[in-house]
């Protein structure tokens, strides 16, 4: 992939405001995807997410009216609904600790000092759900470029009533809240959107050189 690829495709992507439910992501597509969600990075890499991928019809067709109506949520192919702990703890810390020692080899032992940073920062009150929904954003970012590449239609959502999505998908119980959506799908033939230019501002507005 050359530079002009990668302007290309972020010049291709857009909110994009109308799916056409009739195409589906093939699945092989849709684990690639998935796989650049795992993939992901996080402050310390604690990962404070789950992404909930829902396709079940009647189950997004309950969602809609608590994402003021936008059908998105129930016309796109697939629906991640980006959830993050609501709490954090020094058992979700162990649980990241243990991963690395699975995944690079190691001891508990040699991670002491690498786990007290992590616990100091977690009694400074750093950890918080407010914390973890910037996390969320930082997937949002990496997922909708991904699908830019691989030529498949995202829209960004905050449009949303977080409170209800919870409701709805049981996150209480989990320790979850929903903080972002993202649909991913196809563009239908009849959204105006797709043709319209970005509006952006110039490049010596928005980025100094120092």
Known sequence: MSPSDLTAALQWRYATKVFDPARKIPADVWSIL????????????????????????ELREKLVPHAWNQRQVADSSHLVVMAVKTSFSEADIDTFIAR????????????????????????????????????????????????????????????????????????????????VLCPAGYRHADDRYASLPKVRFTLPDVIQHR
């Open 34 to 57: 998935e796989e650049s969600l795992v993939l992901t990075p996080s402050s310390f890499g604690l990962q404070p997410w789950k992404f909930l991928v829902i396709q079940d019809p």
């Open 100 to 179: 690395m020692i699975e995944v690079r080899g190691g001891s508990a032992d040699a991670l002491a000092g690498f786990r007290k940073m992590l616990t100091g920062t977690l009694a400074q009150g750093y950890m918080t759900e407010e914390w973890a929904k910037k996390q969320a954003y930082i997937a949002l970012g990496q997922f909708m470029a991904a699908c830019a590449l691989l030529r498949i239609d995202t829209c960004p959502m905050e449009g949303f009533v977080p409170a209800k999505f919870d409701e709805v998908l049981g996150l209480q119980d989990q320790g979850l809240t929903a903080a």
